[in-house]
């Protein structure tokens, strides 16, 4: 057996950085040092490495393959090993874009590790290094007696992990379920940005089958606020008091396609901004890093995690698992408001990628307004890494516009590369959307469909818990309600 040793760089600085790295033997056999902590998720296997790496290599070709988060270009190289001896060799990784330049910064909002995890201290400090990210939250949440590794860490800061280029943060996740351990009741929320846990951290069966679907989560939306923390609905706006708190006012951001991407998961999301709720987008891996979710905040050159919060709170963020999406509508981004004058507003999608980009798509009010396609069979356009989309586009009403982009390319998790900005808020003349009246009817039957299920299939102690739970659904319901009916109003006068 040969030794094989490598060193990993920053090409642009010469800094040792952290890296996850795989390693084939001749007969395509993964190897690894003894040691080594494994990435855990679909896709590719690889090990993690702080900067350096050693093991035995046998006879042959060893192909080597270094990989950091997703803005860098992979590196892989082949090797031809005799029987004995050490090879050495540098692995210089080179960012591909130039998103710190430009004020934008990863992290990762919602991320746990499980009961089976037995080194969740090492995993951590390679998680918030290997993948890139600037911020990192793991919160604890509760299931039953169930022992999950990151329930260790108590909210707040984590010093032993933060350093001035990375922030790692313990939160919460408030959770409550019905009809089954894993299908959404009121849903999930995680509480960031806080100093204590805030009671209950579950409710209803996720605690024991007697447990009263009591308090709502919107009661914990507002105790989180009060220490200042950050309130991201998880899963895509799924569990039944997701749209009455959003229209509350309850909620921050909403996490979408956590633990990974599903073309179908951001209609709820579609759904309440079409009702005027204004809802930056977020993500997160959920169950260990599975995917390479991020969502990126634009918080200047240096990276400082208020200044990031701050991002994510005015909306100034795009989330993707690989590539850079940018929106500008008349000079502004995203999480910005624009008056449109004469009708119409110009509208510029920029990207910038590792993997080709097909499909650059412009969103208004939930419906794809514009969209350029670069590939063409198997003949990809110049612009499939990156460029840019310019189109005018004609604004009758008053909603919001958003870009997301797509590929068939996939990373090494096997997953489908995609991106998606926050909306930019349009004002037109103050007449809504014409999909306003139908979002808001379609949330107006969730909630009454909820309010039946709270009448007669929930549990609570008191009949004062039933009456406070009600009472504000039946204040998100009037929410939608109103506007309901000034939509069909606006409509009838268009």
């Known amino acids: 057996m040969g030794k094989l040793s490598g060193r990993i760089i920053d090409a642009a600085t010469g800094d040792q950085i952290e890296a996850r790295v795989q390693v084939l033997g001749p007969s395509g056999n993964t190897l690894a040092p003894d040691d080594a902590m494994w990435k855990v998720g679909p896709g590719e296997p690889f090990f993690y490495s702080d900067g350096t790496f050693a093991l035995d290599i046998p006879r042959g070709l060893v192909r080597v393959l270094v990989e950091r988060g997703t803005e860098y270009v992979p590196w892989q190289h082949d090797i031809e090993a005799t029987r004995s001896g050490a090879i050495a060799i540098d692995v210089p990784l080179r960012r591909w874009g130039d998103l710190p330049e430009r004020g934008w910064h990863p992290g990762n909002t919602h991320l746990h590790y499980d009961e089976k995890e037995k080194d969740p201290d090492r995993r951590l400090r390679y998680d918030s290094r290997v993948e890139g990210l600037r911020m990192t939250a793991v919160s604890i949440l509760k299931r039953w007696e169930l022992l999950y590794a990151t329930n260790k860490y108590p909210p707040g800061v984590l010093t032993e992990y933060t350093d001035s280029h990375h922030y790692v943060q313990s939160g919460e996740e408030t959770r409550h379920n019905a009809g089954g351990t894993h299908t959404p009741g009121y849903g999930h929320v995680m509480l960031l940005n806080i100093r204590n846990a805030v009671e209950p951290i579950s409710r209803g069966l996720l605690v024991d089958a007697f447990d009263p679907d009591y308090p709502p989560l919107s009661y914990a939306c507002d105790d989180a606020r009060r220490q200042g923390g950050l309130v991201i609905w998880c899963h895509n706006g799924q569990g039944m008091e997701a749209p009455v708190a959003a229209a509350l006012g309850k909620v921050d951001a909403m996490n979408l396609f956590d633990p990974y991407w599903s073309d179908v998961e951001y209609d709820l999301w579609y759904h309440m901004l079409n009702c005027g709720i204004r809802l930056p987008a977020s993500t997160g891996s959920d169950w260990f890093i599975c995917s390479a979710n991020r969502v990126y905040s634009q918080s200047g050159k240096q990276f400082a995690y208020e200044s990031w919060l701050t991002g994510i ?83 009758k009403h008053d909603g919001w516009i958003a870009a997301r982009v797509s590929s068939s390319s996939r990373d090494s998790f096997n997953q489908a590369i995609w991106a998606h900005t926050s909306p930019i808020y349009l004002k037109a003349g103050g007449r809504p959307g014409p999909g306003s009246a139908v979002s808001a009817k379609f949330f107006v039957d969730k909630i009454d469909e909820a309010l039946a299920w ?13 009456k406070e739970v009600q009472d504000l659904f039946r204040a998100g319901a009037d929410f939608y309600r109103k506007l309901a009916r000034q939509g069909r109003v606006s409509a009838r006068g268009a």
């Open 313 to 395: 709170r005015k909306g100034a963020t795009f989330i993707t698992n690989g590539p850079a999406v940018y929106l500008d509508v008349d000079g502004q981004g995203p999480g910005a408001q624009v008056h449109v004058k004469g009708g119409s507003a110009e509208v510029e999608v920029g990207w910038q990628s590792h993997y080709p980009i097909e499909r650059v798509e412009v969103v208004v009010n939930g419906q794809v307004a514009a969209a350029r396609v670069l590939s063409h069979g198997l003949q990809m356009d110049g612009e499939a890494r990156t460029g840019t989309f310019r189109v005018a586009l004609p604004i």
């Open 454 to 466: 709270t009448g007669s299939g929930a549990k609570f102690y008191t009949d004062a818990q039933r």
